[in-house]
């Protein structure tokens, strides 16, 4: 990794001081990673001082993943008309602007308001990161670069709810945003002094209608899969219906338009490249399991065994690290082994991490839920980073935009259903469990066995999207470059 971290030329005209450009970029990434998560552990007290019930304050996380989802789609086509400096700048512009009014709210409405600014942020400098990355590191060095991306990544959550329920409990939720602040400002001027333009700008013709259907349907997408997670009727929720009609039929229309487009706002022949359909796809199944996991799990240590924020946060605290420091690791392995001897036996751990997990009760101890979270998030680790490198190392240059988009993207809406479904299946399998329990259903003892049974329902479900997981990935091949400089598998 220090070869990597050292000045390096990309391309042959061209040479990048790779340390500056990647601390500008992985700081401002690592606060908005922290911001997103840290307020998790915060909503009790939010619906508490901003006077709003449980559906409201869903909101707070709802509308950061909507605002992803339609933004992120665009962020391929903002690459090409976009400098790296002009899109750094605004995205950081963002995310201070969001953070200094999100610690300043006086009321649930501006708080909501500083949440999209935030996430505007964040969607601008996600594929930013990324494809900065893609150009300025050469392929075979990619992995170890990819792996620090995942420290970050991974670091940020893992230490958000644990800082922010240390904060809350001796001072305010506002804390949480006044800490970023000042690293925002230091990244901000970093980047500017630093940061070097580093994407080749063509300036395709924008396409109105492309936009607009772009943010219908992943809008439409992530808005139904949300509301049916949060809301009090599920599915069954008009809103729900007619959102995700909507997503679908734009959706559809979307595909369609960029399929008959010379200039198409997101290219679809990426998924001409077999190596990155299926590291697409390992991401997808991946974001799915552990955003679900980290849903599930937290809620029922709350409220199954009866813990504290602060103390799930550092009941969760060990297995986050781990991650976190074993992905430049896992990102080095890459480089030297490529994907399939690390995502196979990854997706086995993680498989039988969660068959492990589909039998947690109120019996279960602490430290087998720490074993159990640790070995999960090392599973997770030699997944996501391996994966998601080689699928994007089989794209040529002019696609790297396209890629970049179509995967971080996906990742939100993988987050929004993954949650919505784990959710679903959990409140199903409480009301199966009530509808036969002996003895009065509302009692406490049956309402946590209710809650014990749905939860073990969705690490099934978990489960098995991790075997789906492990069949594909017998398909996936090392890219190697050819002596002409092109990627092949």
């Not at 490529?338 to 997706?347: D, H, N, S």
């Not at 098995?464 to 069949?471: D, N």
Request: charge should be neutral.
């Amino acid at each position: 990794m220090q070869a990597t971290m050292q000045e390096t030329s990309a391309s042959p005209n061209k040479s990048y001081k790779v340390m500056p450009i990647m601390i500008s970029l992985l700081l401002s990434g690592f606060i908005g990673f922290f911001s997103e998560t840290a307020l998790n552990v915060a909503l009790t007290d939010l619906m508490r001082d901003l006077s709003v019930n449980e559906a409201t304050v869903q909101w707070l996380t709802t509308i950061f993943l909507l605002t992803l989802g339609v933004l992120v789609p665009v962020s391929g086509m903002l690459l090409q008309w976009f400098t790296t400096r002009q899109l750094f700048v605004w995205s950081l512009i963002f995310s201070i602007i969001g953070t200094f009014v999100a610690a300043i709210a006086p009321n649930f409405e501006t708080l909501l308001i500083a949440r999209v600014l935030q996430a505007s942020g964040t969607g601008l400098l996600l594929p930013l990161l990324f494809n900065t990355i893609l150009v300025i590191i050469p392929i075979e060095k990619r992995g170890a670069a990819m792996g620090i991306i995942g420290l970050i990544m991974m670091f940020a959550p893992a230490t958000g709810p644990t800082f922010a329920g240390i904060l809350i409990a001796n001072l305010s939720w506002h804390w949480i945003f006044w800490v970023s602040l000042p690293f925002l400002i230091i990244s901000l001027f970093v980047g500017l002094v630093y940061l070097q333009n580093v994407s080749t700008l063509t300036r395709p013709r924008i396409d109105i209608l492309s936009i607009c259907l772009s943010t219908l349907g992943f809008g439409g997408v992530v808005y139904g899969f949300s509301s049916a997670g949060e809301g009090e009727h599920g599915w069954s929720s008009a809103k729900v219906i007619v959102a995700m009609i909507v997503g679908i039929v734009a959706l559809i229309l979307f595909v369609i338009r960029q399929l008959k487009m010379k200039e198409p706002m997101i290219n679809l022949t990426t998924f001409k490249y077999p190596m990155f359909t299926i590291g697409l796809i390992m991401v997808f199944i991946c974001m799915m399991v552990i955003l679900s996991s980290m849903l599930i799990l937290p809620m029922y240590l709350q409220r199954g065994l009866m813990m504290s924020p602060l103390t799930v946060g550092l009941l969760l605290l060990p297995g986050g690290l781990i991650n976190g420091f074993l992905s430049p690791v896992m990102g080095g392995l890459f480089d030297k082994y490529g994907p399939k001897w690390l995502v196979l036996p990854g997706l086995l751990v993680v498989s039988v991490v969660l068959w492990f997990f589909s039998d947690i009760s109120t019996a279960s101890t602490t430290a087998l839920i720490i074993v159990l979270h640790s070995l999960l998030m090392i599973g997770i680790s030699m997944i996501m980073m391996p994966a998601q490198t080689n699928g994007l190392n089989q794209l040529p240059p002019e696609l790297y935009p396209h890629g970049t988009a179509i995967m971080n993207t996906l990742q939100q809406v993988a987050g929004a259903i993954g949650t919505a479904l784990a959710v679903s299946i959990m409140t199903a399998g409480m009301d199966d469990f009530l509808k036969t329990a002996e003895g009065n259903p509302e009692s406490p003892a049956n309402l946590i066995s209710g809650l014990t049974a749905g939860v073990q329902n969705a690490f099934v479900f978990a489960m098995v999207l991790a075997l789906v997981g492990l069949v594909v990935a017998f398909f996936i091949q090392r890219v190697k470059v050819t002596a002409a400089g092109k990627q092949g598998a």
